[in-house]
């Protein structure tokens, strides 16, 4: 029976000291299972549910491998969003903290050039970028894998569509043959098969079977298709979820579902490819920080995302197959915590559903006496101030300016970016904290804020 506790793996000392500080003792289903492989060098293909903690499994084998005395790329994790990316970099910064001298970059694209390519020149050790950037910087000429021990290909499945088909096949040229190989998917469609045993190069196939308690799965049948939206509506009115991700099928019916619902008095937010970097940016962090209770996403928008402490997913449109089905579902609870997945189903729709999933789920039961419509309110919104780490601006100096006028219970979340910050604030104190921000200065200076509201 493998081992459950982290402290059984043959990790430095530096990276079970820093395990112990982020609070992780007890191994996930796919942790248990890979990484005693990952660490013995073995090449891998593993399909595990989404949120069943591959990151760490990844991150830990990237840390444990590098030599930090050779500034050079010996890892490389490449993902199909810049969302994603940041995420991964973050999380192995946080691994890293306890290890000197550890250099971990992100490249990814929708962001400038010129900073990452001093970088690279000033030695990094690992790399977790998107396909067209990295494609990019070793056409360049910056970015080198000649010495890379481990490569990662993190959302598989999505680095294998079309689009991104040349763009990977310059990373693919560019890996040594030794290399070890990891790649994790929530699914293996068909389609790809060529194309992940391109990748695999005869790497052993693990499957960890999802836990099916973990997301239970509801329908709710409709009587005519008219009334999906009321019954959408309704749904929200009796669920009354914290948070909730809701898909459509394209970037129109996402946007005007987010616009209905805002018009219905909900906290909603709509995520779809029109969206620029700067708006697909902004969207993300008020889902994330509190300042919208529902978002609305397609598919290719929603790509690669995580979103941790997600209660529920809404299917308002049931995709074209049981592998985004099974995506968009895996997205619910996270990391081990229970989710639920609802699926709004005409006739056609449930049927297609019954065949994926061998049988029909269980009805979603609307009560007669709930409200037609309860708007669900968000707890907090969100200032944007025209400042940010290029002015020398600090979480603190947010924080302090905030709390001569409000509690500090009021503050939520302080995002500092280049030349632009974020902090949400209680919805109730919000003009308050508005008005604090605009009258008075910040660290010597007058610095523009606006209300996220639209």
């Known amino acids: 029976m493998p081992h459950t506790e982290f402290h059984a793996l043959p990790l430095m000392p530096e990276l079970q000291t820093q395990l112990s500080a982020l609070g992780f003792t007890e191994m996930t289903a796919v942790q248990r299972h890979v990484l005693p492989q990952l660490l013995a060098g073995q090449n891998l ?30 890892g490389l994790v490449v993902c199909p969003t810049r969302e994603l990316a940041e995420q991964v970099t973050a999380r192995l910064q946080a691994l890293a903290k306890g290890m000197a001298n550890t250099r971990v970059l992100c490249l990814a694209g929708g962001t400038p050039l010129a900073p990452q390519q001093v970088a690279l020149q000033q030695g990094v050790h ?10 990019d910087l070793l056409a360049r000429g910056d970015l080198s894998l000649a010495e890379l021990e481990l ?31 990891l790649l994790f998917s929530a699914t293996f ?26 997301v239970a799965q509801f329908q709710l049948v409709l ?16 669920a009354q979820p914290s ?112 065949q994926w999933q061998g049988g029909l789920l269980t009805p979603y039961a609307l009560n007669t006496g709930t409200a037609e419509n309860t708007p669900l309110k968000a707890e907090m919104l969100t200032l944007e101030l025209a400042a940010g780490k290029k002015q020398r601006l600090r979480p603190g100096d947010l924080l302090g300016a905030l ?36 009258q008075h200065p910040i660290k010597g200076q007058q610095i523009p804020v606006r209300l996220l509201l639209a």
């Not at 593993?46 to 050079?72: E, H, M, N, Y």
């Not at 993190?154 to 560019?174: H, N, V, W």
């Not at 045993?197 to 005869?202: D, I, L, R």
Request: glycine share 6%; proline share 3%; with cysteine.
């Open 45 to 74: 293909v593993v399909q595990a549910p989404t949120g069943a903690g591959k990151t760490l499994a990844f991150g830990l084998t990237l840390l444990q491998s590098i030599s930090r005395s050779q500034r050079q790329v010996q």
């Open 126 to 135: 690992l790399v977790v970028g998107t396909p067209g950037r990295l494609a």
């Open 151 to 181: 490569m990662v290909l993190d959302e598989a499945d999505q680095l294998m569509i079309p689009s991104l088909q040349q763009s990977m096949a310059a990373i693919a040229s560019a890996i040594p043959k030794g290399a070890q190989r």
């Open 189 to 214: 469609p068909a389609a790809q098969r060529d194309d992940f045993a391109q990748w695999a190069q005869g790497a052993e196939q693990v499957l960890i079977q999802p836990e099916q308690e973990r």
């Open 223 to 238: 009587s005519d298709e008219r009334k999906r939206e009321q019954a959408l509506l309704a749904w929200l009115s009796q």
């Open 243 to 354: 948070r909730a991700l809701l898909f459509n099928s394209t970037r129109a019916q996402a946007r005007e579902l987010a616009k209905m619902l805002v018009r219905a008095g909900h906290s909603a937010l709509a995520l779809h490819a029109d969206l620029d970097q700067g708006q697909r940016e902004r969207v993300l962090l008020r889902f994330a920080n509190g300042s919208a209770r529902l978002l609305v996403a397609t598919d290719v928008a929603a790509r690669g995302l995580d979103l941790p402490e997600l209660p529920w997913v809404c299917n308002v449109q049931l995709p074209d197959s049981a592998e985004t089905y099974l995506h968009r579902i895996g997205r619910a609870g996270r990391q081990g915590d229970e989710g639920q997945a609802v699926s709004l189903l005409n006739e056609v729709e449930q049927a297609r559903l019954v």
């Open 403 to 438: 709390t001569q006028a409000l509690a500090a219970e009021a503050v939520g979340e302080i995002r500092i970016r280049s030349q632009v910050s974020f902090v949400a604030v209680k919805r109730t104190q919000a003009q308050r904290a508005l008005q604090q921000l605009q």
